[in-house]
């Protein structure tokens, strides 16, 4: 009788352990393949918003570069696209990296315009080129809106909200997924 107890007792507490144990390892994978997803891609193909992001830094810069040669350097559009830039570089949240790209975005806005307004001064070459950098800068902005991360983040969300997910979740520490929202 004595034996069974024990028995019991340490059925119930390998239960007990197990329980969050196996439920954080599963909670934890999902996390990390949405947050792949970010970085890496919906398919893993390495072209994820990350990469679209950093297409964006690189041109941002490319526009700036152009703008140098016939817009003050120290001008005020100038140097908010270049703020802008670096602030998305050094973004380290998905939700910080959200609100530098919204930022660059309005910046670039205001550079590609005041670039517009020297048309008559740019060469035919940096026409072109301030043309080609403002369409790769606006359709990396729409191939990030269409991209699958928040819907696999959302996913990752609706399953934390239920059970038994969301009391693993409070128990070892798994948050939501930010979105790129």
Same mark, same amino acid.
């Given at each position: 009788m004595y034996n069974k107890k024990i028995a019991i007792a340490v059925m119930l507490l390998m239960i007990a352990i197990s329980i969050p144990f196996g439920g954080y390892r599963s909670l934890n994978k999902l996390y990390n393949q949405v947050n792949r997803a970010f970085y890496q891609g919906v398919d893993g193909d390495g072209l994820g918003i990350e990469n679209d992001l950093n297409n964006r830094i690189d041109n941002s810069y490319n526009l700036v570069t152009i703008a140098k040669k016939y817009i003050d350097?120290?001008?005020?559009?100038?140097? &908010?696209?270049?703020?802008?830039?670096?602030?998305?570089?050094?973004? #380290?949240?998905?939700?910080?990296?959200y609100k530098a790209n919204l930022r660059l975005t309005e910046a670039v806005e205001e550079l590609y315009t005041a670039l517009g307004a020297e048309e008559?001064?740019?060469?035919?070459?940096? #026409? +072109?080129?301030?043309?080609?950098?403002?369409? &790769?800068?606006? +359709?990396? &902005?729409?191939?990030?809106?269409?991209?699958?991360?928040?819907d696999k983040a959302a996913e990752f969300n609706n399953i934390l909200e239920g059970f038994p997910a969301s009391l693993i979740s409070r128990v070892v520490g798994i948050n939501k997924a930010e979105l790129f929202r």
């Open positions: 350097a120290d001008n005020a559009v100038i140097e &908010n696209t270049l703020d802008a830039r670096d602030s998305l570089v050094n973004s #380290k949240s998905i939700s910080d990296k008559l001064k740019l060469t035919d070459q940096d #026409k +072109s080129y301030r043309r080609s950098l403002y369409s &790769n800068l606006t +359709s990396r &902005n729409d191939t990030i809106s269409h991209d699958g991360y928040n």
